[in-house]
């Protein structure tokens, strides 16, 4: 029994905003002392995560949950409800921010960081408005913490305070806040002046009245207005917000920011447009391919990267395209795959990003080209490292292997075999970008130098120098979470096949005759 189920369950929406909101400003007022600060925030994230369970048990069980904060104009106003994908989406960002605190302790202590208060404030402003954005009800307040986010992420990127990470930080706002006014607003304006209505409904708001033609326009204008999701061409402010600390990588990457954008896509084609819908538009298959390119471009760039965090992050541009594909495929397995990609993809690529930053804390390498040799230094890091690359890969016995498994099912549902294709060659580039970098580190040696050159001596524990505890405590959970998702994913897929026009399942003969 959740202590949180006694509560009204409306109260709960608010509670998942206001309290990591609350945290925020008891980090300011426990600076002065870390040790406080940081029980704090592990404390805050903590109560955020059994706030979330409580939130799904009541999903799960049927119940309906909705807040109505303000009315800003008739029938308009900032609105939260709970549905499934959003609940799916605040259980991986309220228990990855707890690993994430976890690590974040051990790097910034074991880096010397400076401005940690800002830092674990910044990050759970963050994470409240993740939140909000999980339970939005309506477009309106999607878009508005939306923005909240972005601005509240900024200081994150720019937290070392040298000239790159000023340059990173322009280049973050810049394209976020550009393709929301340029593209997003005017999506969301356009919706309201068709329908009269920006809310979330199962099956979408549109119907056969409205012009296919601007139904195409605002769909490309939704899929670029949501920045973060990192499309091509407005994909460079994710490389460029490499600068940051590694746990802001990570809040980025796994977290909150660039889920939040594909969540964001993922909701409006389901709540807005509705899969039927999307399968009548010009536009649709534009996109979905737009996508496909973006999944084999970012791959290609990703081999060329010496610099390890560089070419993380072009994975996750790739990875990340995953998600839109699957939803642009309008296909109900699809949707379902790309939903489950959330998650797996989340453990996957942060325990990808803590790996890259125990390097840097440990052995100060941050280049590929230097890690030849490093798994006798850091034999646990590099074990974590091949576990997250695997499932990235969607090999067994790995998460993401389930995830590319309904995204393939729902490609060919969808009668795409080129999407089929993509996937299958994205896999292979996958692999040809991140299985080398553990080879390199267990199984390519340097001779020691002197007498005896070109022979290497016997490796022994006393030779390794990871990094500090916390980081591994946090690394050995998204491991695990890697290993657990795949032997049982089922908590995520059920709660996934509660979203309206969503499943899993599929005839076989459904595939037949679409490959057909």
Known sequence: MNLWQGLEPSLLIALSIIVPFVGALLVIVTGKNPNLREAVTLTTA???????????????????????????FPGLGINFEVEPLGVLF???????????????????????????????????????????????????????????????????????????AKQGGRTYLGILLGTSIAFLLFAVMGTYSLTGTLDFKAGGIFDESHSKAILSVLLVLFCYGVGKAALMPFHRWLPAAMVAPTPVSALLHAVAVVKAGVFSILKIVIYIFGIDTLKELATTDIMLYIGAATVLLSSCIAMTKD????????????????????????????SAGAALHIATHAVGKITLFFCAGAIMVASHKKNISDMVGLGRQMPLTM???????????????????????????????????????????????NIAYLLPIPVKAFFNTQPESGSGAGETKPWSWSETKEAPLPMLIALGITSFGCLALFFYPQPLVDLINLIPGVSTSLEMHSIINGAG
């Open 46 to 72: 903590t109560i955020l995560f059994t706030i979330v369970l409580a939130i799904t048990d009541h999903t799960f069980n049927g119940t309906e949950l909705s807040l109505n904060v303000i009315e800003l």
């Open 307 to 334: 610099n390890l965090k560089a070419r993380l992050a072009y994975s996750t541009i790739s990875q990340l395209s995953y998600i839109v594909v699957g939803a642009l495929l309008a296909s109900s397995i699809a």
């Open 383 to 429: 074990a974590a490292f091949t576990i997250g690359a695997i499932s990235i890969i969607g090999l067994p016995p790995m998460a993401g292997t389930w995830s590319k498994w309904y995204l393939t099912i729902g490609a060919l549902e969808a009668d795409k075999l080129i999407i089929v294709a993509v996937l299958m060659i994205s896999s292979l580039l």
């Open 90 to 164: 605040a259980l991986v960002a309220s228990f990855l921010w707890i690993v994430t605190t976890i690590y974040a302790i051990g790097y910034m202590r074991g880096h010397n960081e400076v401005n940690q208060t800002r830092f674990f404030c910044c990050f759970a402003l963050a994470i409240s408005s993740v939140m909000a954005i999980c339970f939005s009800g309506n477009l309106l307040t999607l878009f508005i913490f939306y923005e909240v986010l972005t601005l509240s992420t900024y200081p994150l990127v720019t937290h070392a305070g040298t000239e790159a």
